[in-house]
Each structure stands twice: as C-alpha cells, then as structure tokens.
C-alpha cells in the first residue's frame, strides 16, 4: 500500500517553514527511500503567491541533483496552504504534472492545529495517500 512515512523532526521543519513564508504558500520537496522521509529540501516559490505556488528552476534542479547523488528518489512534492485545508485546489490539480510523487499539504488554516494530507493526482484524478509523522526515528 502506497503511505509516506515523516519523521517528526522534518515535519516539524515544514511546519516552521509554511509558517515562516505565510500568507505566502511555502513549497518544497521530500525525498527518501520507498516510503520513508530522509530529506527535506525548502524551496523558493517565485510566484510568491497565497493560492499557488511554482518551484524555482535551477533550484529543483539542483535538488535533483543531489537527491540522484544522495541515491534517494523523490517521494512527494510538498507546499503549504496558509488559509485553505489540506486538498488539492483546482491550480493544484492542473499544476501537478509530477507523475508517481504524493503531493503533500500542510494546511495552517486553524493555526494552533495544522493538517497534512497527502494525494496521487493523476489526470485529473486524486486519491488520498496516508501520512503518519514518526515520533522516534533516528
């Protein structure tokens, strides 16, 4: 079954960053092995948008870089929605042109609670992928 595994030190790091780039949505990759979490790569969003968000070129692509070199793979292209929930929007959903990676949503729409979700979204079809935050990973 298809899940992505976080340890809850980067998710505490992809929390720190939504909320340091709020209202503006902050966007980035992860990156591991099979289903566990080993990398979190911030990202610029040049859109510097609250509804979008677009990654900067040479940035992803030194990303890539390092996560072939690392011999990780991309697991999930991860961003933040500051005011909305954690589901795809409909610019999520035309924007998501990475094929096999989960598309993870921090949503900080209830601040003192914020929700992650994680979705395939294929042509235009979404299915919801679990997410748990590993409390004791090393």
């Known amino acids: 079954m298809l899940r992505l595994e976080i340890p809850k030190n980067i998710f505490e790091k992809m929390l720190e960053e939504a909320r340091a780039k709020a209202p503006i949505e902050a966007c980035g990759i992860l990156a591991g092995k099979e ?31 390092d996560i072939r070199a690392a011999g990780l793979e991309m697991l999930s292209i991860y961003h933040s929605h500051p005011e909305s929930p ?4 409909a610019e999520d959903m035309k924007l998501a042109l990475t094929p096999n990676v989960i598309y993870t949503i921090v949503s900080l729409q209830k601040p003192d609670s914020p929700v992650i979700n994680g979705f395939l979204i294929n042509d235009g079809s979404i299915e919801k992928v679990p997410i748990e935050i590993l409390e004791n990973w090393e």
């Open 35 to 65: 289903h566990m979490v080993e990398k979190f790569y911030p990202m610029t969003n040049i859109e510097n948008s609250s509804d979008h968000f677009l990654m900067e070129p040479k940035e992803q692509f030194a990303v890539v870089k």
């Open 86 to 89: 954690a589901h795809p929007s």
